[in-house]
Each structure stands twice: as structure tokens, then as C-alpha cells.
């Protein structure tokens, strides 16, 4: 198996790097998903999540009303700190086992796990690579108020909240760039893909 971590900020366009690096072959594994399945009805982590902030983060049907929550971490800290503490290991062990699962079906396979906190939550799989995607400030603004009809203060203040963009630089093998057209995001991430090919062919002449 050969594990990519896919990482970069808000509408950064990790969503496009990763479907082009699907439609080439690979596993896409997305940690949001997993986020989401750890906090259904009956999970643990649910529990918890009650525990520490109170029943008023359900929903009638016993869901998680992730609004109700995000209104309450969004702008305290503490607050933020005391969900990830819940989240983020449930998020880990979970990723664990479904790339275990993914290898265990294709020995082979390419796998892209794709997290957009994997400098924040401080994920520590054994990847082959970390890729970074990369827009800048203005360009992930301009995309959220655009594509996702955000308040442009609203699209601001949710690209300010993560950390700047240079901490993901710091641990990244390699930064695609996606603040030009569509075309030159793909390009790159097409010359990704041969490299990553090269890479394994590489390691298997050498086993």
C-alpha cells in the first residue's frame, strides 16, 4: 500500500485533488466522512460529546445537531479544545482501521486520506507522502462566498480560524497549487500521479 495524506484549508480545493487522484485509481478515504460516523446515535464519542456540552447538541431524533455545536466552539477556544479532545482519537482510530481494511483488499492500492486537520489533530499515520493543497487568503474567500454562498465576514472568519497555511507547508513533500485555472490543479496533480507510480515501481524493483 502506498498512503498519501491530503491536507490544506478550507476551500482549498482538496475535493478536486482528491477526485482526480480517485479517478486515476486511487482509495479516497475522507476524514469528514469519519468525523461524522463517530458521532452517530449510539457511538461513544456522542456520548461524550452530551456529557460535556449538554443535551441541547441533539436533535429530537437523538442526532447530533452539528449547527447547535459548531455555534457553541466556533469562537471559544476552550470549547473547541474540549470537542477535538473527543473527536479527534475516535476520528484516528477509526481512519486506522478502515485503511487497514483498504489494504487488506488491494495490497496494492494507492490510498488518499484525506484530512483537513492533519496538522492540527496531529495525525500520525505512517504516509509515503503529505500533500498539501494551497490558494491563498483571498481565493479561499472568494470561493466560499461564490461556490458556497457564504456572508463574505462569515468566509473570512472561517478561513482565519484554521492554522495559516505556512504550518501545513512545513510538513508537506509536496504543494499543489490551486489558486490559477482548473486545468493547472489538474496538471499537477496528473504529474502527482506519475510520481507516485515511478515511486512505487522504484520500491518494488528494489524489494
Known sequence: ???????????????TVARRLYEHGAVHIDA?????????PGKPALQAIVDTFGPGVLRADGSLDRAKLGELV??????????????HPAVR????RVIA??????????????????????????????????AGRKQQVKRLVEERGMDPIHAEARVDSQIDDEERRKIADVVIDTSGSLAHTMSQTDALWARIGDERRARLAGS
Open 101 to 134: 481494511d483498504a489494504e487488506r483488499d488491494d495490497p496494492d492500492a494507492v490510498v488518499v486520506y484525506d484530512v483537513p486537520l492533519l496538522v492540527e489533530a496531529s495525525v500520525d499515520h505512517p504516509f509515503d507522502l503529505i500533500v498539501v493543497t494551497s
Open 74 to 87: 466556533f469562537h471559544d477556544d476552550a470549547a473547541r479544545a474540549k470537542l477535538n479532545a473527543i473527536v
Open 93 to 96: 482510530e477509526l481512519s486506522k
Open 1 to 15: 500500500m502506498y498512503l498519501i495524506g491530503l491536507t490544506g484549508g478550507i476551500a482549498s480545493g482538496k475535493s
Open 32 to 40: 469528514d466522512q469519519l468525523a461524522r460516523r463517530v458521532v452517530e
